[in-house]
């Protein structure tokens, strides 16, 4: 648990900085961040960038960096998770449609929130609940069991209970929620292997979770894709789209199928909108290791032999 209290003196550390020396740490730990990680994922995410966008070489290092050195803001202002209260939150966070979170909630069948990798998703979950929202937040479980526990017991601290997204408990705490008629957050841009939906994400195979579309359609609950972005002046605004439903016929692999679809091309939209948001160095489709060694022997990236 030494990871757990490290942090936690940590953030008690940044809770006292003024607001200048915040911003000179996080710009030191982007920095870092960029410096220690691996030569395959920079290539990875610069490629892919490429051919995603359709940015020149110049560009796509520039966003892949970006993608990364924007995480030091991100892991400061978690740190600085104390500070937040339901007074003082939406000083920092703006939210843009509103009002259809709001009319879902309104609805009395609970909400699924669909989000991605994208901007401070931390903050995005935290800064829901301070506005009043029960919400569960489901999350991968942490390889290191301190830092685990630290970060579940920031997200409890603004309001939000979590579940893991693997487990027996993880399907009964969801089906409570979203009985209670209460808010999932579910993040659905990363594979999730052969139990997820085959569909095309920026032109290429891909195999996305279908949590939000089916959670949808067994409760017949509203799903709300919503995306946070940093903004230069240490603010941050939420964008929060109309809602989707999961129709609910005979055929229930077109039903969510279909959902999905319309959800892939809302967060590639949103990847194009802001493309440093989105966490390009993730090996999103298991071929970075690959493309970089055909690099390293002279070869083209598409070169299948």
């Not at 030494?2 to 020396?21: E, H, N, Q, R």
């Not at 000179?24 to 730990?29: C, D, Q």
């Not at 990875?44 to 990364?68: F, T």
């Not at 979950?125 to 569960?136: D, K, R």
């Amino acid at each position: 648990m030494l990871s757990y209290w490290a942090m936690k003196v940590l953030g008690s550390i940044v809770c006292l900085l003024p607001d200048f020396m915040c911003r000179l740490f996080a710009k030191g730990l982007g920095e870092f961040a960029w410096l220690v990680v691996p030569a395959w994922r920079k290539y990875m995410a610069a490629e892919n960038i490429k051919d995603c966008l359709g940015v020149d070489q110049k560009r796509a290092d520039e966003i892949a960096k970006e993608s990364v050195t924007r995480f030091g803001r991100m892991i400061v202002e978690v740190l600085r998770f104390p500070l937040l209260n339901k007074d003082n939150f939406r000083r920092i966070v703006k939210f843009e449609g509103l009002e259809y979170l709001e009319a879902a909630f309104r609805a009395h069948k609970g909400v699924v929130m669909a989000t991605a990798h994208y901007g401070n998703w931390e903050m995005l979950g935290g800064s829901l609940a301070l506005l009043g929202y029960p919400i569960l937040s489901i999350t991968r479980k942490q390889n290191n069991g301190g830092m685990d526990k630290f970060i579940n017991d920031y997200r409890m601290m603004l309001g939000q209970q979590v579940a893991y997204n693997h487990g027996g408990n993880s399907m009964l705490a969801i089906g409570h929620i979203l009985k209670a008629k209460n808010l999932v957050g579910i993040l659905y841009d990363q594979d999730t292997g052969r139990d997820g939906e085959h569909l095309t994400f920026f032109g290429k195979p891909s195999v996305v979770p279908q949590g939000a579309a089916f959670l949808s359609r067994m409760f017949g609950a509203p799903i709300i894709p919503l995306f946070i972005h940093n903004n230069p002046d240490g603010t941050m605004t939420t964008k929060i789209y109309p809602p989707l439903y999961t129709p609910k016929t005979t055929n229930r692999n077109a039903d969510v199928s279909g959902i999905m679809k319309e959800l892939v091309v809302i967060v590639e939209q949103e990847i194009v909108r802001d493309p440093a948001m989105w966490f390009w160095v993730h090996d999103r489709w298991k071929d970075g290791r690959g493309k970089y060694k055909k690099f390293k022997e002279g070869k083209s990236p598409n070169d299948n032999k």
